[in-house]
């Protein structure tokens, strides 16, 4: 059964800081692996997808890798503001599964305070 | 504006009474899922949509059924509703299924089953 473990669990930064948070996964060979925002109260939404075997990405403050032989993804937040506050979640997109399933982790909860 | 739309936003039912969610997406998206999401678990699949009448089991399906009648629409049901069905519960959409595209969540909606 594929697993998504991310950690730290939560992390408090201060403001102008930078944070990195991890996720691991095991099985499912052939994936991608998309990072989610979810604020508090709200739905997630997408910031990056990794695709390649060795993938960078990056969207303004928000960079992240991907290395499938490890199987192993960072997301980098650079220059934290206060409304980086919220959960950052790492899911895989399994490319095999004829569902079209997604396995979430379980999210790292990133507070930023002045 | 893309957009996924959740009611009620708030739910507090008492344990057997039925409930009643609804989801709508203004893409046109052919598939939409029906997800849970608890403290420390990662978002966890109860069914998903391919298209109208065109449904199938998740990986937690007990206890819930849904229904796609029109393609914008997509209802997850809960005949006598138990404590343990006290989550948060995320629509989502997507255009085809999702190892092919990114994901469209709604805001979600709060259901405590007393």
């Known amino acids: 059964k594929t697993q998504v473990e991310q950690s730290p669990q939560s992390l408090v930064v201060r403001q102008g800081e930078n944070c990195v948070l991890q996720c691991n996964y095991s099985v499912t060979p052939d994936n991608h692996l998309r990072w989610f925002k979810q604020d508090t109260g709200k739905g997630l939404v997408s910031l990056t997808v990794?695709?390649?075997?060795?993938d960078k990405t990056s969207n303004g403050r928000y960079s992240a890798t991907l290395d499938k032989d490890a199987k192993h993804s960072t997301l980098h937040i650079t220059a934290t503001l206060l409304d980086d506050t919220a959960t950052y979640i790492c899911v895989l997109i399994d490319r095999g599964s004829a569902l079209g399933r997604l396995h979430f982790g379980a999210g790292t909860q990133l507070i930023v305070i002045p | 504006d893309m957009k996924v739309t959740q009611m009620p936003r708030y739910l507090i039912k008492r344990m057997g009474e039925n409930v009643l969610l609804e989801c709508g997406q203004d893409m046109s998206h052919e598939t939409m899922y029906w997800y849970r999401q608890d403290p420390g678990l990662g978002l966890q699949l109860i069914y998903i949509?391919?298209?109208?009448?065109?449904?199938s089991e998740g990986d937690i399906p007990k206890g819930y059924r849904v229904s796609r009648k029109k393609r914008e629409h997509f209802s997850l049901i809960l005949d006598s509703a138990k404590t343990n069905q006290t989550s948060v519960y995320f629509c989502?959409?997507?255009?085809?299924?999702?190892?092919?595209?990114?994901?469209?969540f709604g805001p979600g909606t709060r259901l405590l089953v007393l």
């Open positions: 949509s391919y298209d109208v009448d065109s449904n």
């Open positions: 990794l695709v390649d075997q060795k």
């Open positions: 989502a959409s997507s255009l085809y299924r999702v190892n092919q595209d990114t994901q469209y």
